[in-house]
Every structure is written in C-alpha cells, then in structure tokens.
C-alpha cells in the first residue's frame, strides 16, 4: 500500500452502493443533518460546526459524513452500523478506511454529488483523496481534487446536447466524464496522472458509468481521433518556473509543467485536431495580461494559430475573472494548503517567487473564462466572440450557451430581407428600465435587462426599445420597423441598417426568440 493510496474496485462495489443507498448519503440529506449553519462553515473549510452538529446522531449517513467529510476516526460498531453490506472487511479490502490506534479512519474522501438541469436532478457519489478539513495540513503534490470550484463551473458551463464520443481531457476524480455519461454515446477520459485515472475508475464504477480510460499528456493518447464534445479543466494554473521551485509545491491537479499560460495556448491551438466537423469544445483557462494590452489580444492571437494549424474554428470565451499579480498568489498558495500561520516562511517564499515570475514577463493580470470552441460544419468560421461578464449568472449556463448558439445559427443562415420576414417575441425573462434626468419627459438611458443566464444588460436607444417592445410575435421585424420609420419620420432602409445588428445580437443573446 503506498503513502496515499487510492480506493480499488472489488467485487464488494455492489454493497457499498448499498450501504451508500440505504443511508440516504446525498446532498439532500447531509444538507438537513448539518443544517445552514454548519453547511456553510464547512464550504469555507470549518469544520468545527459540522462536528458539533454531527457529534450525537447515530444516523447513518452523519457516520459517513464524519468519516469521509471529516476525517475523524469512527469505532468499528460505527463503521458497521455504516456499512451493515460491506463491512469493515469489505471496506479495509476497497481502501476506503485504515486502522488507527484504536479507531477506524477514512483514506478517501467519498461525497455525494449533484447535479440539476432541465431534465431533472441526477445524484452521484464522488471519490478522492481527504481534503484539507479532513487531514488538516497542506495537500501533497499527487493530490486528486473532488468536486472543486472550477469543475462546478465547467459542468455547469458544459452543453448537455446528446452526442457521440465525449473526450474528458484532464480527468481528475472522473466528474466531467459522470456528467456527460448523461448525454453521450461513449465517454473517453485521459489524465497524466496514474491516481486519478485510479480515482476515475472507482468512481465510474460506483456510479455504474462505461468510460475508456487512458494514460498520458494533453492530446496525446488520442492523437490521430476524432470528438463530438471534448470538455476540460486542464492544470491551467500559472506556476512560477524560476530558479527557485524548492520552495514551490506543484500540484499535479491544477500544474501542467508549462511556464506561464503555455498549457492553455497549446490547448487552444491544438483542439481542433481532435474535433469531429460540428464538434464543440467546453474548456476553462487562464491567460496572461502583459504590459498595457488588453486581455483579448493574446487570445486572439491564440485563435489565429489555432486557424493556421488546424482550419476554421469558431470562438465564444468570456472572461469571467481578472486577478493582479498578488490575488492571483494568494488564491492558489492558499488552495494549496500553505498558510502564513503553518508556515510563514515558505509562504513568503512562495508569494516572492510567484510575483517573480510574473514580473519577468511584464504581466499585469491573469484573467480566467469559460472557452468554447467549435469546428465548422462546413465552410468558414461564423462566430468569434471575446466578452468579459464578471457579474453574478444564473446557472446551470449551459442550456443558455446551446440555445445562443442554436439563435447564432439560425439568424446567421439569414439575410436581413429574411430576418425581416421574421416573427419575434420577447423573452419572458426581460424587463425594461428608463432613467431621466429631472424635469425631462424623455429618457436619457434606457436598459434592456436579461434576468436569467448571463444577466445581461443591454443599453438600446429609443428605436430600439420601441422595436423590442413590439415585439410579440404578430409583425414581422420588417412591418416593425417600417412602423417606427414612419413614426420616426426617417428613411426605412436606413434605421433598418442601423437596428438589424442590435436585433441579431438580442437574438443570440435570447432577448428576442423566434416564434416558431
């Protein structure tokens, strides 16, 4: 048995789900025994409310939740009263718990996972190594990470269309590949780290999940195949690569190896070698801000490389978080573990060695987004579209990114003569704020407001507010515009040419939905 050695699957798979079942282990009901005071508490990494909540019930799923979630250890009458299928033998055999002293301790984390779109709620269980609540100290360097932000934030992200073959490029635990085993034919996952494919094979197991798991870096093991969706949150942190990396903790979950941002660029130029015609691509990042440039520019060169290596490639990314140099820092030494109480020392060090490395190369922000990629059909790109949106979104986003896409096609396929034959309507979702200055009887700022997915707020001038406004899906776009042309007592063709765009925009946008 290694030092940290990952869960096996055995032929006693079938009673854990038992026992898991049986104890009602989910989000629900762990969620009812901690209560909201002690939930909240322990997503900051506090433990001490949800131990005083947990301490007196003999429930089963509160021992579970003190051995998995925890780490205490359990006396082996608990850990029956726990698994009354499995056993403690069962257990010891899977790698799930250890002896210590007189006690029985977990070696994993095992936690439910859920997950809410509009087809309904589908509830998992999620194996990885003990996190920081549960061992109290700084991770090791081939910790596999569970159920963190940034996998949320990709599943949330990720489209749930049905497909074909699904690459979940970086594994980890298995997550990305659980969630598209809800909507793919055949799931493909690849790590560079033996332990998580480990962990992603016990977790497929348990959760009775087929996934073709294989070992290796970045594109690697599927050089020369071919995806409908390839999902991925790769190890994009940016990790200094100075002279002084004794000092530095790398983490094979979030560090590719690469200096800078190199690992995301690579990705992005290279995705479309492994994208089927139609194939879509749902990745998170990080890019670099250098100098005085804006943040779109490097990643637009990106977008030119990936063209010239591998042919037409539409782009949607949104910057969804911009860090200086010192936030940036903070943020990952403190996911690693190290603290200024534990270790001032090697936390200073490490923070000095990361605003190094950024200072070598003059960068001045890190941004983070949601990056989705597509291999035209056919013909040539129709979409590139760099946005920032830092504001609060409504998720699950990805039944939002299907449809703007779906809405992106359709009108794109169109010339403004036929989206003029067009009937549109606006969405439910939307509502109209008017701001004047005092005394006057016309508005000076008029916002068009989104109040689901991205939240957006569109600033519209008079003509279209009006044209939003008529829209119910009783006139087409043209027979609205030629109404507000005579209102307005201006040239047709002219106001057409200046609201058409703002209407294409409002359609991908889902502002306005075609009335089918």
Same mark, same amino acid.
């Given at each position: 048995?290694?030092?940290?050695?990952?869960?096996?699957?055995t032929?006693?798979?079938?009673?854990?789900?038992?026992?898991?079942?049986?104890?009602?282990?989910?989000?629900?009901?762990t969620?009812?025994?901690?209560?909201?005071?002690?939930?909240?508490?322990?997503?900051?990494?506090?433990?001490?409310?949800?131990?005083?909540?947990?301490? %007196?019930?003999?429930?089963?799923? &509160?021992?579970?939740?003190?051995?998995?979630?925890?780490?205490?250890?359990?006396?082996?009458?608990?850990?029956?009263?726990?698994?009354?299928?499995?056993?403690?033998?069962?257990?010891? &055999?899977?790698?799930?718990?250890?002896?210590?002293?007189?006690?029985?301790?977990?070696?994993?984390e095992?936690r439910?996972?859920?997950?809410?779109?509009?087809?309904?709620?589908?509830?998992?269980?999620?194996?990885?190594?003990?996190?920081?609540?549960?061992?109290?100290?700084?991770?090791?360097?081939?910790?596999v990470l569970?159920?963190?932000?940034?996998?949320?934030?990709?599943?949330?992200?990720?489209?749930?269309?049905?497909?074909?073959r699904?690459?979940?490029?970086g594994?980890?635990?298995?997550?990305?590949?659980?969630?598209?085993?809800?909507?793919?034919?055949?799931i493909?996952?690849?790590?560079?780290?033996?332990?998580?494919?480990?962990?992603?094979?016990?977790?497929?197991?348990?959760?009775?999940?087929?996934?073709?798991?294989?070992?290796?870096?970045?594109?690697?093991?599927?050089?020369?195949?071919?995806?409908?969706?390839?999902?991925?949150?790769?190890?994009?942190?940016?990790?200094?690569?100075?002279?002084?990396?004794?000092?530095?903790?790398?983490?094979?979950?979030?560090?590719?190896?690469r200096?800078?941002?190199?690992?995301?660029?690579?990705?992005?130029?290279?995705?479309?070698?492994?994208?089927?015609?139609?194939?879509?691509?749902?990745?998170?990042?990080?890019?670099?801000?250098?100098?005085?440039?804006?943040?779109?520019?490097?990643v637009?060169q990106?977008?030119?490389?990936?063209?010239?290596?591998?042919?037409?490639?539409?782009?949607?990314?949104?910057?969804?978080?911009?860090?200086?140099?010192?936030? #940036?820092?903070?943020?990952?030494?403190? %996911?690693?573990?190290?603290?200024q109480?534990?270790?001032?020392?090697?936390?200073a060090?490490?923070?000095?060695?990361?605003?190094?490395?950024?200072?070598?190369?003059?960068?001045?922000?890190?941004?983070?987004?949601?990056?989705?990629?597509?291999?035209?059909?056919?013909?040539?790109?129709?979409?590139?579209?760099?946005?920032?949106?830092?504001?609060?979104?409504?998720?699950?986003?990805?039944?939002?990114?299907?449809?703007?896409?779906?809405?992106?096609?359709?009108?794109?396929?169109?010339?403004? %003569?036929?989206?003029? &034959?067009?009937?549109?309507?606006?969405?439910?979702?939307?509502?109209?704020?008017? #701001?004047?200055?005092?005394?006057?009887?016309?508005?000076?700022?008029?916002?068009?407001?989104?109040?689901?997915?991205?939240?957006?707020?569109?600033?519209?001038?008079?003509?279209?507010?009006?044209?939003?406004?008529?829209?119910?899906?009783?006139?087409?776009?043209?027979?609205?515009?030629?109404?507000?042309?005579?209102?307005?007592?201006?040239?047709?063709?002219?106001?057409?040419?200046?609201?058409?765009?703002?209407?294409?925009?409002?359609?991908?946008?889902?502002?306005?939905?075609?009335?089918?």
């Amino acid at each position: 048995m290694t030092e940290h050695p990952t869960p096996t699957v055995t032929d006693q798979l079938t009673a854990l789900r038992a026992d898991l079942k049986r104890a009602n282990y989910t989000i629900d009901r762990t969620t009812e025994l901690l209560g909201d005071l002690a939930n909240d508490a322990l997503h900051r990494e506090q433990a001490v409310p949800a131990t005083r909540a947990l301490a %007196d019930s003999t429930d089963p799923a &509160a021992y579970l939740m003190r051995l998995f979630m925890l780490g205490h250890t359990l006396t082996e009458a608990e850990i029956t009263a726990a698994f009354p299928t499995l056993g403690l033998a069962g257990a010891y &055999a899977m790698n799930l718990v250890t002896q210590e002293g007189p006690g029985i301790r977990a070696l994993t984390e095992i936690r439910p996972h859920a997950f809410s779109d509009e087809s309904g709620q589908t509830d998992w269980w999620l194996a990885s190594d003990l996190g920081e609540v549960a061992t109290g100290g700084a991770l090791a360097a081939d910790h596999v990470l569970g159920a963190g932000g940034a996998s949320l934030t990709l599943a949330q992200f990720t489209s749930r269309t049905k497909v074909g073959r699904v690459l979940d490029l970086g594994t980890g635990c298995g997550i990305q590949a659980l969630h598209a085993s809800t909507h793919a034919d055949t799931i493909v996952a690849t790590d560079i780290s033996r332990r998580a494919l480990d962990y992603a094979r016990f977790n497929a197991a348990l959760n009775e999940v087929s996934c073709d798991l294989r070992l290796g870096s970045m594109l690697e093991p599927v050089a020369d195949e071919r995806f409908d969706l390839v999902v991925s949150n790769p190890p994009f942190v940016i990790t200094p690569r100075t002279g002084n990396d004794s000092t530095l903790p790398q983490y094979e979950y979030r560090d590719g190896g690469r200096s800078g941002d190199d690992l995301v660029h690579d990705l992005i130029v290279q995705i479309g070698s492994v994208l089927a015609p139609g194939g879509v691509a749902h990745l998170l990042g990080n890019w670099e801000i250098r100098g005085e440039a804006d943040w779109t520019e490097r990643v637009i060169q990106w977008l030119d490389e990936a063209e010239a290596a591998h042919g037409p490639l539409d782009a949607w990314i949104v910057q969804r978080e911009l860090l200086d140099p010192a936030q #940036y820092a903070e943020t990952w030494i403190r %996911d690693g573990g190290t603290t200024q109480d534990r270790d001032p020392e090697a936390y200073a060090a490490t923070y000095s060695a990361w605003l190094d490395d950024f200072a070598s190369r003059n960068v001045q922000g890190i941004g983070f987004g949601m990056i989705w990629l597509r291999k035209p059909a056919s013909g040539e790109r129709t979409l590139r579209r760099l946005e920032e949106i830092t504001g609060t979104v409504q998720q699950p986003l990805g039944p939002v990114v299907a449809r703007s896409i779906a809405a992106h096609d359709w009108h794109t396929a169109l010339s403004d %003569d036929e989206l003029c &034959a067009q009937y549109l309507t606006h969405a439910e979702d939307i509502t109209e704020e008017r #701001y004047y200055v005092p005394g006057s009887q016309d508005p000076n700022v008029i916002i068009i407001r989104q109040g689901g997915g991205y939240g957006r707020a569109v600033q519209a001038t008079t003509v279209l507010a009006g044209l939003v406004g008529a829209c119910d899906g009783e006139l087409t776009i043209g027979q609205i515009t030629g109404a507000i042309a005579t209102l307005f007592e201006v040239d047709e063709i002219d106001l057409r040419a200046e609201v058409l765009p703002d209407v294409r925009g409002l359609v991908t946008d889902g502002l306005l939905v075609p009335v089918k």
